[in-house]
DNA sequence: GTCTATAGGCAGATAGAC
DNA sequence: GTCTATCTGCCTATAGAC
């Protein structure tokens, strides 16, 4: 029956992504994957024994990868070249997961899976602190986040995009990011109007 | 029976909106709404004809806020100075409505009910297009879309966060993202691995 | 490996009493 | 306005034939 695929576990995997990214994981069905395959939904679980084995082997690899490479980061990650080289593979390795990086992106469903969310939200937590560095403060945290913001969104926003080409531009922004500096602070004025000079 | 509150219907949409960030919309049910107010189903479906309409009643004066925003825009969208009142205006409303930004930036599945989606859709595309300007192609295209994550991202990420103090902080971040030079492509070299100077 | 059939649960929504 | 009771439908998951 192989026509020319693989496997049909490896099918059923592939159509899933697809459907959680576009519908969110707990909105997309077994159901629909199995139609979609022209198989039925006890076909599907003969290869995964629930719905979340689903999630669990899609998501699998790339937290692995996104834990290997924050293993390997240079601790020294605000100094400016440490900082650079880790947004660079960091961004390598969202590049090569792009589909799952929607998927986690803009999916509270997935997220809410603790063994899934729990692994993202301290990889998340380690890489803006270590992006922060020990002591930028408030503002330093901020910048990290918001740097993070100049990597992910043109990943998930642009789906069509091709975005090999911006890379380094991308880095250079999210460089930039890490280094706008805080003004000080007018106690009494209005804080968050700011003025164009 | 009010104990202190202006009205049940204000409280179903609190508690709603709360739950659809937590857990995404389609995933959160009536009964969850009902239950955390000690009423039933019935009586939220006696203020609202259907869930969707709860969706709709949170999301819609947001969203006017945001077409009324860019209506008044200034069409001068990329001139540095005009950028930069964009981003300040831009900035602003979405602190004032940052629970909804939560809910439509973490979850696809409110953004898959067209009349939310397609006006979310249209008004992140004028935004962006505005910032990149007419003659900028597919590098100022990617540069606009970086800079709203610069917004975006630490409104969503660091919800305890109070980021009054730095709103001047992320609209310099965001500028400086939009003026990112693309660096002359080298054909035949490897594209997207980036020398460290 | 894939099927049919079905269990069991919970969702959104409605009818009608109070 | 809120209730109880109920309808209908889809979901995850399982049992057992082929």
Redesign the interface.
Known sequence: MRVRHEDTRDQILEVALELF????Y??ASISEVAERLGITKAAVYYHFPAKEDLLLTLVGPFLDHVDEMLATAVPTGHFP?GR??LL?TYL?VL?KHRTLVCLL?????SL?HPPVGQRVKDQ?RRLESMLAGPRGG??A???A??????????LV??PQ?D???????????AM??LS????R?RPGKR????A?S
């Open positions: 990214v576009a519908e969110g707990e909105t070249a650079r080289k660079e390598d590049l992106s803009r999916d509270v469903s809410n998340t408030k503002a945290e901020v910048r986040v918001a740097a993070l913001g100049v990597l992910r969104r043109p926003h642009l995009q975005l090999s080409d911006f890379c380094s531009m991308l880095i250079d922004g930039a990011v706008v500096p805080l003004p602070k804080p968050q109007q700011a164009v």
